[in-house]
């Protein structure tokens, strides 16, 4: 009993009445003497609580380090303009993309210490997240924030083709540092971050990032955008 707290922390608190509400319906079926739909319901009650864990994760604390904001797959790297309603102006800058499928922890965690500066919402549709377009076309939320050397980064949470609810609860203002929880996506979904002006992208197409603790990029280093290839 004393591991229950632990074991409930562990999963977001906005999962846990999805959680619960899967378990209840499967519990519902087994008494019903339903196996086979209880058998279905116990599959997707574990599935969501995989979805909705939240786990720590231990940031890398130099000044400088942009860290990603998501678990998953770095889709590209390429330069991009910037959401229009964050007032970047039309200039593109280095983007990197990191698609979430839904099997990828969907807690999403700040890129570098610095405040937050805007933050708009923006309605559109659901378009599979790994297409170029839906960094125009999906619904998104869009962030601005200022690093502690003045540097303007975006980051961008975008819907996906499942995902129906992004879930952002950053304040305008406030500091955050590196590696903070700032929102939460449900279900599949992408993370796009748009770097300054002379910083580079330090990941490869197709690498795996880590929410919280790979590094994305560097503003203290002149090293050019980084290129990989798979190794078997």
């Known amino acids: 009993m004393d591991n229950i707290p632990a074991v409930i922390g562990y999963f977001h608190k906005e999962g846990h009445k999805f959680i619960l509400g899967f378990g209840a319906v499967t519990v519902l079926f087994y008494l019903l003497g339903i196996d086979l739909l209880g058998a279905l319901g116990l599959l997707l009650t574990i599935w969501c609580a995989y979805f909705f ?10 000044e400088g380090l942009v860290v990603s904001p998501a678990d998953g797959v770095v889709q590209s790297v390429c330069a991009a303009v910037p959401p229009q309603e964050l007032g970047l102006g039309e200039e593109a800058r280095t983007r990197i993309s990191i698609f979430m499928n839904v099997f990828d922890v969907h807690v999403n965690r700040v890129p570098i210490d610095g405040t937050i500066l805007k933050q708009v919402y923006t309605p559109g549709k659901f378009l599979n997240a790994s297409l170029e ?28 083709l499942v995902a129906r609810r992004i879930l952002c609860w950053a304040e305008d203002g406030k500091d955050y540092k590196a590696g903070e929880r700032f929102g939460l996506i449900r279900f599949g979904s992408r993370v796009d971050v748009y770097l300054p002006k002379g910083v580079h992208s330090m990941v490869a197409v197709g690498q795996r990032a880590v929410a919280g603790e790979t590094v994305i990029a560097n503003e203290k280093t002149n090293e050019r955008d980084r290129e990989g290839e798979i190794r078997t």
């Open 53 to 62: 864990r939240d786990p720590q994760r231990v940031t890398p604390i130099k």
């Open 133 to 160: 377009k839906a960094s125009v076309d999906n619904e998104r939320h869009a962030l601005l924030l200022k690093s502690k050397t003045d540097k303007e980064y975006a980051f961008v949470q975008i819907a996906g």
